[in-house]
């Protein structure tokens, strides 16, 4: 296992159809990375024993198991994940135990497949208030806990998701925990729901908006 890092100023590109493995490894993004697929010939992100994306690499019997490899972290801001297909991280030792950690809102995640991690599909950590979250489009498969978890260390930013859908989990949908801060809005469909399992506060002094048919 390893730690494979995108340094600051630095740009990584992975073309349509790229297949990149992990065995117990992370990825860390400090800088930006490009993974934009296509519906034919997505990016994928996965495990090392994973014979279903990119063939038999291992020659073992096993199959691909949730938390085979820790996690790919986005620190940097502009990274996009279009297209993309990330399954089986979440590695128990790892950070937040989920298969993408971000540590931004500055990403532009969409029409991508995030599964069959060990905890959560995407664990939010950091949030910056002048970029709005965007989750478009995506499908979120067989994470065993959360499909997203959010509890940032600091302020919170808008969370605009539109599209999505969850299966498998035991929570399908978008997880809150910790204290609201400044303007935010909130804004989902039935289908996505926002879910608060853990305390969730107002700030004094900030305002939360929820929109029309967010659940």
Known sequence: SCTVTVNP???????????VKFSGSTMVVNGRLLAQGTD?????????WDD????????????????????LIINGPGSVLDHTWIGYGGAWYGYDK???????????????????????GIAIAHLDPTYPLRLTGNTFLNNVQWAVYAKPDS????????GNSSSGSLWNGFGLEGVIDGTVTFSTTASFP?????????????????TPGTT
């Not at 919170?156 to 539109?162: E, M, R, S």
Request: hydrophobic share 45%.
């Open 194 to 210: 926002f879910l608060a399992e853990q305390e969730v506060a107002v700030a004094a002094d900030s305002t939360l908006t929820v």
């Open 98 to 120: 989920a298969n993408l950690v971000l540590n931004t809102s500055n990403v532009t995640i969409r029409d991508s497949v995030i599964a069959w991690s060990f905890e959560k």
């Open 9 to 19: 100023n630095v740009t990584l590109t992975v073309q349509p159809g790229a297949v």
């Open 155 to 162: 302020s919170w930013a808008d969370v605009l998701l539109n």
């Open 52 to 71: 279903a994306h990119g063939g038999d690499t291992d020659h073992e019997s096993r199959s691909a198991a949730p938390g085979d490899w820790t996690n």
């Open 40 to 48: 034919p010939a997505p990016v994928v992100f996965t495990s090392y």
